[in-house]
């Protein structure tokens, strides 16, 4: 096992994860998350349902609840049912035995149909108590939900690790990546590049770059690039509005004081050694004309 991140494409993640990169789908990744991973992809799978529709979109649900709490009930809705009567709304009752889910949260949590007595039941009986929190993880399948099958809402009970698979053998995960100044993209648990920059040092050049740029848009507001060498410690040698580059030297739009500002922005990201396969061009939005 691995610590990673992976995303589906641009439609879900990146997430935090470990993962044997040997255990694979089609290809495909089967990661395991940590709770706060899953909480992100909860609300990710949720935004998706509410955009695209349910009917074509898994959904990943978090339900909170204490290990002293009493048996709760929890209605889950989807979208409308195709298969159903008129107006029909999919949805599914899980109850939750807390007592238990340290235990085995495969069987303390069962998710049923949400009938009326469900419904009911899950109004009466909020999750309550003091002790220590414990949390239900449901992977409901609306499509499959819809065409009756009674296999497309399951519980996702942690590993020994107290990680949750979600979508493992099933899902496309597949490698978040990283970067390089040079240009070259690394899964995200590489950490160096083959030219010598270092994943930390990619992942603080791109948080350095906005403020790079604010300080040369105070002079100059069209600048969208600079060119930023690193034979030594970091220093920017050229900046370019567009196309056009602009003059450094006196009679330009900058000071010494102001790249000098720039360059120490540089540093504080990228520290004061030499980094290979310099120089490096460092790109940001230009400023509103």
């Given at each position: ?26 290809g ?92 009911k ?23 499959y ?21 979600i ?32 994943r ?25 690039a ?64």
């Open positions: 096992m691995i610590e990673t991140r992976v995303c589906i494409d641009d439609t879900l993640g990146p997430f935090d994860c470990k993962l044997d990169p040997a255990n694979r789908w089609n495909w990744l089967s990661p395991h998350f940590p709770l706060d991973s899953a909480r992100r992809l909860s609300a990710q799978t949720l935004r998706m349902a509410e955009e695209y529709g349910y009917d074509c979109t898994d959904t990943i649900h978090v339900i909170e609840g204490r290990e002293d709490s009493p048996d709760t009930v929890h209605i889950i809705e989807g979208g409308p049912s195709r298969h159903g009567e008129e107006d029909e709304v999919l949805a599914v009752a899980v109850r939750v035995n807390w007592r238990h889910v340290d235990r085995d949260a495969g069987r303390a949590a069962t998710v049923t149909e949400a009938t009326p007595q469900a419904r039941a899950a109004r009466r009986r909020k999750p309550g108590g003091r002790g220590a929190r414990r949390v239900v993880i449901v992977h409901i399948r609306w499509m939900l819809d065409e009756g099958s009674d296999t497309a809402a399951s519980i996702v009970a942690p590993d020994d690790e107290g990680l949750y698979s979508g493992g053998w099933e899902w496309t995960w597949h490698f978040a990546s990283w970067w390089c100044l040079c240009g070259s993209d690394q899964d995200w648990h590489v950490l160096d590049c083959l030219c010598g920059v270092t930390g040092q990619a992942l603080a050049l791109k948080e350095a770059a906005p403020r790079v740029g604010a300080i040369l848009r105070r002079d100059a507001p069209g600048a969208t600079a060119l930023f060498e690193t034979t030594t410690a970091p220093r920017i040698v050229t900046v370019v509005d567009g196309a056009t580059e602009l003059d450094l030297g006196e009679g330009g739009p900058y000071d010494t004081e102001t790249l000098g500002e720039a360059d120490a922005v540089l540093r504080a990201a990228l520290g004061s050694g030499p980094i290979e396969g310099g120089p490096h061009w460092l790109r940001f939005e230009p400023a509103a004309r």
